[in-house]
């Protein structure tokens, strides 16, 4: 499994907030699941998919295994995800 979270620390209503992605959707969902989140959180529709995750819930993160993201790693999984998204909406509206 390939979890990965940056360090961006936006500031946004009093808290630094970072990105989290994977691999594939499935793999970022059970993590994100087992960081407390949920998947409604998941920002499916941003021009690149990801978790917007506190600093602590990076932290927790990287103490359950992910690895620190550099923005090129972060922006290169996120296009997967996108291409996996637009991948099961093409499966969705064939059925």
Known sequence: MAIYVDDELISWRGKLWCHMVADTLPELHTFARRLGLREAW????????????????RDRALAMGA???????????????????ASKQVVVSQA
Do not use: C, M, N, W
């Open 67 to 85: 690895s620190l993201g550099d923005r090129q790693t972060i922006i290169s999984r996120a296009r997967l995800l996108k291409h996996e998204l």
């Open 42 to 57: 998941f920002q499916a529709k941003s021009a690149y998919p990801h978790y917007d995750v506190t600093v602590s819930v």
